[in-house]
T-cell receptor, first 117, second 114 residues
């Protein structure tokens, strides 16, 4: 079956520009997560959606970063006034059930490689 | 200066040998642990998980061992194959409703020589 998909696979932008990164989770998965992975590092948590609402956005680095999931399926990560330090691979994951007492496996997409020049 | 972030721990094995990848976790409150495999240009792929009430769990060709006393996790891969070459990450999460937030380790680069 189809896994998590992310578009675009690569995005090159100039410092100060606005970018949107899209995530299509596995059909039927209610939970959606965004992570950021810098070169040579493990993924770092950014934000978690349970349905349409952001249940935890504590990992977003600053107010230039924002994410939405208006219909509880597709999510968009938005970055304003991009900086060179934003360059990284942005990963999306989804799981069947929200996190809680019983953790459910998070399945990752291939990521979007963002390069800010 | 040198970017130490690029210097992953590495493990090189011969095809057919068994591999053991180790991970030290930091949070004694973590109660759920996962191993992911990440090939170049791809997202992390789930391998196996274990809860803190267990000390061993086996899958197909893989075994995860958990030692909570010393906060140590290991992944054993039997009969390692060239397709196993990748970066392996351990991840942990805590209970109390926070199981969604995975904290990843630095990763280990496994190279399998044919």
């Amino acid at each position: 079956g189809a896994g998590v998909s992310q578009t675009p696979s690569n995005k090159v932008t100039e410092k100060g520009k606005y970018v949107e990164l899209r995530c299509d989770p596995i059909s039927g998965h209610t939970a959606l997560y965004w992570y950021r992975q810098s070169l040579g590092q493990g993924p770092e948590f950014l934000i978690y959606f349970q349905g349409t609402g952001a249940a935890d956005d504590s990992g977003l680095p600053n107010d230039r970063f924002f994410a939405v999931r208006p219909e509880g399926s597709v999510s968009t990560l938005k970055i304003q006034r991009t900086e060179r330090g934003d360059s990284a691979v942005y990963l999306c994951a989804s799981s069947l059930m929200p996190g809680g007492i019983y953790t459910d496996t998070q399945y990752f997409g291939p990521g979007t490689r963002l390069t800010v020049l | 200066g040198e970017n130490v972030g690029l210097h992953l721990p590495t493990l090189s094995v011969q095809e057919g040998d068994n591999s053991i990848i180790n991970c030290a976790y930091s949070n004694s409150a973590s109660d759920y642990f996962i191993w992911y495999k990440q090939e170049s240009g791809k997202g992390p792929q789930f391998i196996i998980d274990i809860r803190s009430n267990m000390d061993k769990r086996q899958g197909q060709r893989v075994t995860v061992l958990l030692n909570k006393t010393v906060k140590h996790l290991s992944l054993q891969i039997a009969a390692t194959q060239p397709g196993d070459s990748a970066v392996y990450f351990c991840a942990e999460s805590t209970g109390g409703g926070s199981n969604y937030k995975l904290t990843f380790g630095k990763g280990t680069l496994l190279t399998v020589n044919p």
